[in-house]
DNA sequence: TCTGGGGTCCTAGGACCC
DNA sequence: TCTGGGGTCCTAGGACCC
């Protein structure tokens, strides 16, 4: 038995591409790109041939082509990705029952167990690599090291198809020279206030005043001071125990920036459908309803919330309520993107409506979630219908999870 | 033809109650 | 007719992740 706890994180290189060139041999080789559906789109993963010519994931769409002229442009399909994900991560459980999944393309396996059987961790990572590239044709970056926070770094410093080892006695070497921006948890933000205190590496993190960053940062001081120095007691949780979702929510960039109420309330109530929808599948409701809106200079921003008396998931209600958030705003410039958010939520067990009426309305918003859970979304709708290209993008994030409450596929 | 969309967690300040 | 403090709930906004 070891003494301290191995730890692998383990990376999808370039996911969504890699899947669509598997799916499809002829974009094998080639600058791709995926992208989501609309108009006002940005580029969600491209594959290697496409990063070499700059490409890289948050350009606009025309910004890509710039960069590399001959990119071929893929529509997201989360249903592949989600499939795929769920098998890679149902063979990662071959291995350890202890999995937690990030997101559809990054889990952290704890290993420490599993070596009486496997033998090292480098054997596990090397097994897993060749499995998931035989059956799926796709490579990873695995990263091993004595926890979750170097693990992660580890998966990150050799790209793509990489396996990177960090042992205790490396820690300290490894870290001294490493920007603290590597690190999961310190972002830009957090980059820049440690750079105006002359703090650029882990190194230096890790050797600082512990009370001079808890000054300066509160709370979390303490925690950077240990991230410097690559300690993480955080265990890997598996996911299914304790995940449930806190919001749903939806928003969209409008094709085009529109003033006008009517417009508005048309975007409003396909959001709210489509939140509604997704309430009512995972069986929850909420009391707080989020409206953001962002304005035409991108820049400008609000989100405004309302708590309710009571829990509410039907699609009609919850566009009422957003109305009512509406209603009390002055909207100074026209608006680029809305969303609606539901939290505040309550699990609820499948209950017996009290009265007729509502029986029958929540039958029949039962039967339009199944004619869209078979034909797909927005066919059926009981109020004022979009156009098809005003649909907004096929949603596609990489940070849902496969199997989780976050998984929005349709199915 | 600039700049997506899905989340989580944290903080500060105000309302309100005891 | 001036002044407490603790607790909870709520809102707005920001940082972070993919």
Request: with cysteine; proline share 4%; hydrophobic share 35%.
């Amino acid at each position: 038995m070891p003494e301290h706890r191995i730890c692998m994180h383990i990376d999808m290189n370039a996911f969504f591409a890699s899947v669509e060139q598997q799916a499809n041999p002829e974009l094998q080789g080639k600058p791709i790109a995926v992208v989501g559906g609309g108009g006002r789109t940005v580029i969600t993963t491209s594959s290697y041939e496409a990063r070499a010519f700059g490409v890289k994931t948050g350009m606009a769409k025309w910004e890509a082509l710039r960069c590399c002229p001959q990119l071929i442009i893929v529509i997201g399909d989360n249903k592949k990705y989600t499939y795929t994900s769920s098998r890679i991560m149902e063979m990662m459980k071959e291995y350890t029952p202890l999995i937690e999944v990030f997101s559809i393309d990054e889990a952290w396996l704890d290993v420490t167990h599993s070596l009486s059987i496997f033998g090292t961790a480098e054997r596990i990572a090397y097994l897993l690599k060749a499995r998931i590239k035989e059956s799926f044709g796709i490579t990873c970056s695995i990263g091993i090291a004595p926890n979750k926070l170097l693990a992660k770094l580890a998966s990150d410093m050799q790209k793509p198809d990489g396996l990177t080892v960090i042992k205790p006695e490396d820690v300290e070497r490894i870290l001294e020279r490493m920007p603290i921006k590597e690190l999961c948890g310190i972002g830009k933000n957090m980059e820049r206030h440690l750079n105006m205190m002359s703090i650029y590496t882990c190194g230096e993190l890790g050797r600082c005043d512990e009370a001079r960053l808890t000054r300066k940062f509160g709370i979390i001081g303490s925690r950077l001071k240990q991230m410097g120095q690559g300690v993480d007691d955080s265990p890997v949780t598996p996911n299914e125990e304790d995940d449930e979702v806190k919001s749903v929510g939806h928003s969209m960039t409008l094709r085009q920036d529109v003033s006008k109420r009517g417009d508005i309330l048309k975007y409003l109530l396909q959001l709210s459908e489509m939140v509604g929808r997704r309430a009512r599948r995972y069986g929850v409701s909420g009391r707080t309803i989020t409206l953001h809106v962002r304005f035409a200079d991108f820049y400008s921003s609000f989100g405004k919330q309302n708590t309710l008396k009571s829990h509410i998931n039907q699609s009609d209600e919850i566009y009422k309520a957003a109305i009512a958030i509406l209603d009390t705003t002055e909207l100074p410039q026209p608006v680029r993107q809305l969303g609606v958010k539901l939290s505040n939520l309550k699990y609820q067990a499948e209950q017996l409506s009290l009265f007729q009426e509502m029986q029958k309305k929540s039958d029949a918003i039962k039967a339009m979630d199944s004619v869209n859970d078979r034909f797909g979304e927005f066919k059926v709708t009981f109020g004022s219908l979009l156009s098809s290209e005003d649909k907004g993008s096929h949603v596609i994030s990489p940070a849902w999870r496969p199997d989780g409450i976050r998984n929005v596929a349709v199915k």
